[in-house]
């Protein structure tokens, strides 16, 4: 079946500097990529949608400069936490869509902490 | 746009009991709607998902739900529940047309008490 691979699993960084987190479809080609952010017994919100090639659709009140998405390739999508702070520490999930696949397959996620 | 509520945040059941976990939608447009169940730390796994045709869909872990157009509704029910199925619930939609972005309810924690 599909795969996503997302790293790191956790990383913890200092307040001011940036993160960024992968991720990968191993066996198919991802040409949508979807980013969401989970605060602590809290549903998942979407912040991003990417397609390859082309600039990422922020969802309202999410930060372009703050949360820079890449999608260079069907099978790579970036997440950057540029400047990051306190309150940016959250868990961060991907998800990819396939063309043609009705089916979202979803990262491990990546627990974010800001010290 | 849609929207999706689950009606209860905590379910606890004893072990072997049947459990119903709460799904309504709401949109303009036609959807396909999912269940994912989510572990501590972990991403999303897919449970089950109604794209078409028949309106009753199962898991092969003994989930089930069924597409109520009508209500809006797409519960999730499972006949005789194990410890091993305490985990998040979440139910999600997303447009069939369009960006298909998936918008997820508010989740769902069952419990599993021996």
């Known amino acids: 079946g599909a795969v996503v691979s997302q790293h790191p699993s956790r990383v913890i960084c200092k307040s001011g500097t940036s993160v960024k987190i992968e991720c990968r479809s191993l066996?198919?080609?991802?040409?949508?990529m979807f980013w969401y952010r989970q605060f602590p017994k809290k549903s998942l919100m979407l912040m991003a949608t990417?397609?390859?090639?082309?600039?990422?659709?922020?969802e309202q009140g999410v930060e372009k400069d703050k949360f820079l998405i890449n999608h260079a390739s069907l099978t790579l999508s970036t997440l950057t936490v540029t400047s990051a702070h306190p309150e940016d520490s959250s868990f961060y999930i991907c998800?990819?869509?396939?063309?043609?696949?009705?089916?979202?397959?979803f990262g491990s996620g990546t627990r974010l902490t800001v010290v | 746009a849609q929207s999706v509520t689950q009606l209860d945040s905590q379910v606890p059941v004893f072990e072997e009991a049947p459990v119903e976990l709460r799904c309504n939608y709401s949109?303009?447009?036609?959807?396909?709607l999912f269940w994912y169940v989510q572990y501590p730390n972990q991403g999303l796994q897919l449970l089950l998902k109604?794209?078409?045709?028949?309106?009753l869909v199962e898991s092969i872990n003994g989930f089930e739900a069924e597409f109520n157009k009508s209500q809006t509704s797409f519960h999730l029910r499972k006949p005789s529940v194990h410890i091993s199925d305490t985990a998040e619930y979440f139910c999600?939609?997303?447009?069939?047309?369009?960006?298909?972005?998936?918008?997820f309810g508010q989740g769902t924690r069952l419990t599993i008490n021996p």
């Open positions: 990417s397609n390859e090639g082309s600039k990422a659709t922020y």
């Open positions: 949109s303009s447009v036609s959807v396909y």
């Open positions: 999600a939609v997303s447009e069939i047309q369009g960006a298909q972005k998936l918008v």
């Open positions: 998800s990819a869509r396939g063309e043609g696949l009705t089916g979202y397959t």
């Open positions: 066996d198919f080609q991802a040409t949508t």
């Open positions: 109604y794209l078409s045709g028949s309106t």
